[in-house]
């Protein structure tokens, strides 16, 4: 049973900066493509970041610059580190894995990954 918890959100003022974490159970979960997507009220939800198998990176261009996701496969987690932070970043974030079918490229772009965590809200103060 694969699960994916997040943690590590809460309120920051502009400027400031909050690490999420995201702790994933079930096997070769952290050997497979992984991201962050992040919703704000009345927007749709938007791909932030993803991280490959080989530990390749992309991001949103509106977060390029200011975030960074890792992983840490020893400790089973995925983690973003977020600095510089807006009041437009505000929203609830969820991490995600696991790509079956489609190249990470597209889970990313199409938001096709096989688990979510249940999301952790993150609001920036101006």
């Known amino acids: 049973q694969v699960q994916l918890v997040e943690s590590g959100g809460g309120s920051v003022q502009a400027g400031g900066s909050l690490s999420l974490s995201c702790a994933a159970s079930?096997?070769?979960?952290?050997?497979?493509?992984m991201g962050w997507f992040r919703q704000a009220p009345g927007k749709e939800r938007e791909g932030v970041a993803a991280?490959?198998?080989?530990?390749?990176?992309r991001y949103a261009d509106s977060v390029k610059g200011r975030f960074t996701i890792s992983k840490d496969n020893a400790k089973n987690t995925l983690y973003l580190q977020m600095n510089s932070l807006k009041p437009e970043d505000t929203a609830m974030y969820y991490c995600?894995?696991?790509?079956?079918?489609?190249?990470?490229?597209?889970?990313?772009?199409?938001?096709?990954?096989?688990?979510w965590g249940q999301g952790i809200q993150v609001t920036v103060s101006s």
């Open positions: 995600a894995a696991v790509c079956t079918f489609y190249t990470c490229g597209y889970c990313y772009i199409r938001a096709r990954y096989n688990y």
């Open positions: 991280i490959n198998s080989d530990g390749s990176s």
């Open positions: 079930g096997n070769s979960i952290m050997s497979n493509c």
